[in-house]
T-cell receptor
Framework: AQKVTQAQTEISVVEKEDVTLDCVYE???????LFWYKQPPSGELVFLIR??????QNEISGRYSWNFQKSTSSFNFTITASQVVDSAVYFC????????????FGTGTRLQVFP | EAGVTQFPSHSVIEKGQTVTLRCDPI?????LYWYRRVMGKEIKFLLH????????ESGMPNNRFLAERTGGTYSTLKVQPAELEDSGVYFC??????????FGPGTRLTVT
């Protein structure tokens, strides 16, 4: 069965600290996609990244980086030098290639960055 | 380019009443999805339209929920009659060609 686990319910950091949000997934498919979305206080879900299961290269985008490890079924998200504007709920999600693209979400991690 | 829009942003109704939520996808996106997040739980898939056809409605909880997408543009999700457990945030998303899904701001439904 497909499942996404975000064990960290809430994380609090002080500005400029680095923070890593964990995501562990379960799937029987060999082809799948992993996503991260950000939900700021305004409520919408903002797409951050999509990776396919055949691309294990880590990705960096500004202060954001993602570490995809198939061996541990993890797709962790690190924010370097966090800022107050990073405060949001972050969702990790999985979709399977042959499954109509529906996203299976984790329960989300609330990140609070204090000045 | 306008993003996904949803209306209303918030709805408060009594148990037994009917509510209709609307989603306008990004122009040109054939794929439209409905999800919902019940308090404290994960966001769950409800259904997927490709143009006006229901591609997958496996997540619809019961027959009190009816989704339509006439003409393949905007979509509506009707809950009739609403129950207390239907309270939550209903998200709509759209995508083109199985790419990333772009979400709207959600409709917060409160059933009292």
């Amino acid at each position: 069965a497909q499942k996404v686990t975000q064990a960290q319910t809430e994380i609090s950091v002080v500005e400029k600290e680095d923070v890593t949000l964990d995501c562990v997934y379960e799937t029987r498919d060999t082809t799948y996609y992993l996503f991260w979305y950000k939900q700021p206080p305004s409520g919408e879900l903002v797409f951050l990244i999509r990776r396919n299961s055949f691309d294990e290269q880590n990705e960096i985008s500004g202060r954001y980086s993602w570490n995809f490890q198939k061996s541990t079924s993890s797709f962790n998200f690190t924010i370097t030098a966090s800022q107050v504007v990073d405060s949001a709920v972050y969702f990790c999600a999985l979709s399977e290639a042959g499954n109509t693209d529906k996203l299976i979400f984790g329960t989300g991690t609330r990140l609070q960055v204090f000045p | 380019e306008a993003g996904v829009t949803q209306f209303p942003s918030h709805s408060v109704i009594e148990k037994g009443q009917t509510v209709t939520l609307r989603c306008d996808p990004i122009s040109g996106h054939d794929n439209l999805y409905w999800y919902r997040r019940v308090m404290g739980k994960e966001i769950k898939f409800l259904l997927h339209f490709v143009k006006e056809s229901k591609q997958d409605e496996s997540g619809m909880p019961n027959n009190r929920f009816l989704a339509e997408r006439t003409g393949g543009t905007y979509s509506t999700l009707k809950v009739q009659p609403a129950e207390l457990e239907d309270s939550g945030v209903y998200f709509c998303a759209s995508s083109s060609d199985r790419a990333e899904q772009y979400f709207g701001p959600g409709t917060r439904l409160t059933v009292t």
